[in-house]
């Protein structure tokens, strides 16, 4: 969907500035929140697309004002109580009295299956599985120019704003996966289909003032993608390989 997460190729967002020697959390609640939504993934409450779908449609003023972690809570609130495993009034009972220091400790907690226990170690140490087989051959081939759809869905999308409408060439394919935009919708269907790196000469993303002789390379689903023969903005591109 178009909205204030899709910030990818924008200007005056600010520089990136990577932390000296930074832990993988800041605070004990991050890793927590990292614990429970690895296990919701894994218990089937969601998939990642449904809950990246979940994170975008966060208010922007909100979406902005809090950090990485605070969207992933935004995003498990929204699908556990859509999905009827506590109320509004539940979490919020549950999220008072954690401010006021009287959740419970940690050794009155319910005991976690080792079942459950040993599929999240699985899925954080390999990842969840998206790949497909599927029976029809790939529309596309390394070598092809491509044009990326300039479409504005409403629901989740993987193809990103500032590549729609530009024109690029394939120079990997990666095989089939599931669909993200339907995935996302949490009814379960994947409709799997080729994924493709797609690599954008600077010029035909950012005009102009793109610094010379960049290249950007990003993998797009087959369906996000169309032929870009005789297009007149097809750029000259050199495969690398």
Known sequence: MNGVHDMGGSHQVGAIAP????PVFHERWEGV???????GATA???????YRFAIEQMPPAEYLSTSYFEHWLSAMEKIFI????FTQEEYRRALDAARADRSPAAG??????????????????QGGLCSRDVP???????GDAVQARRDAPSGHTRLA?????????????HGAFVFPDTLAEGRGVERPQYVYAVRFVGTELWGRDAEPGTTFTIDLWESYLQSARGSTSSPTITNRG
Do not use: C
């Not at 929140?33 to 296990?39: D, I, P």
């Not at 319910?110 to 040993?118: D, G, H, K, N, R």
């Not at 029809?136 to 390394?142: C, E, G, K, N, S």
């Open 44 to 50: 089937g409450y969601w998939t990642s697309d449904e």
């Open 108 to 125: 009155e907690a319910e005991p976690v299956p080792p079942e459950l226990l040993e599929a999240v170690g699985n899925v954080i140490a």
């Open 19 to 22: 932390e000296p020697d930074e």
């Open 82 to 85: 859509a999905k009827g495993l």
């Open 161 to 173: 704003r500032y590549v729609r409408g530009a024109t690029g060439e394939i120079v990997m394919s």
């Open 33 to 39: 929140t990292f614990g429970v939504q690895v296990a």
């Open 136 to 142: 029809q051959a790939p529309r596309f081939h390394v």
